[in-house]
């Protein structure tokens, strides 16, 4: 079955960057049909839609995050990562990996991994 | 950007009533609306899909109706086990959207 696992320090500095891997099995994301999304959830701000990419590298990103973000594919490895550049204590959050499955231009997210707590703090 | 508002934000509710959210788009998003439950220290998990589709492996007790800008996500005779925080999500625009999430308590 599809799962999906994310990876990466708990902990980053302010100015520094966040990094995270997503780690999928169960099918390709090299695979027709499918954006790979990132999402994060702030208790105080419920949940917040970062970016996706699709397989031919295509990606689009939430504007609110000012172009700080980056998500790329290691389709060796059947990975997708993300980087979050200059944190700062509002990028505290779970960080949350996911499936876009998509068909006739809709698409919905069906699979989540089950989230990574990352901290900025000095 | 859509914006979805959730109402009520909480609520609660004995076994075997009927649970009602509401999630309101600020434009028309046809039925680009999704249902998503989350409970404490898990992932969400995709309840109803394109406002009114079921999931397999979902109780049939879970439903979702609605188009262009209201939707509803009805639990019928609740049970124990749905005391959690749901979510709507749009995928008609980018950026795509959740909504702030509606809380079921069970009394």
């Known amino acids: 079955q599809v799962q999906l696992q994310e990876s990466g320090p708990g902990l980053v500095k302010p100015s520094q960057t966040l990094s995270l891997t997503c780690t999928v099995s169960g099918v390709s994301i090299s695979s027709g049909g499918y954006y790979w999304a990132w999402i994060r959830q702030d208790p105080g701000k419920g949940l917040e839609w970062i970016g996706y990419i699709y397989n031919n590298g295509n990606s689009y990103y939430n504007p609110s995050l000012k172009s700080r973000a980056s998500i790329s594919l290691d389709k060796s490895k059947n990975q997708f990562s993300l980087k979050l550049s200059s944190v700062t204590a509002a990028d505290t959050a779970l960080y949350y990996c996911?499936?876009?499955?998509?068909?006739?231009?809709?698409?919905?997210?069906?699979?989540w991994g089950q989230g990574t707590l990352v901290t900025v703090s000095s | 950007e859509i914006v979805l508002t959730q109402s009520p934000d909480f609520q609660s509710v004995t076994p075997k009533e009927k649970v009602t959210i509401t999630c309101r788009a600020s434009?028309?998003?046809?039925?680009?609306l999704h249902w998503y439950q989350q409970k404490p220290d898990q992932s969400p998990k995709l309840l109803i899909k394109y406002a009114s589709q079921s999931i397999s492996g979902v109780p049939s007790r879970f439903s979702g109706s609605g188009s262009g800008t209201d939707f509803t996500l009805t639990i019928n005779s609740l049970e124990a086990e749905d005391a959690a925080l749901y979510y709507c999500?749009?995928?008609?625009?980018?950026?795509?959207?959740f909504g702030q999430g509606a809380k079921v308590e069970i009394k």
């Open positions: 434009q028309s998003i046809g039925t680009n």
């Open positions: 996911a499936r876009d499955s998509c068909y006739g231009g809709s698409c919905n997210l069906d699979y």
């Open positions: 999500y749009q995928s008609s625009s980018l950026p795509k959207t």
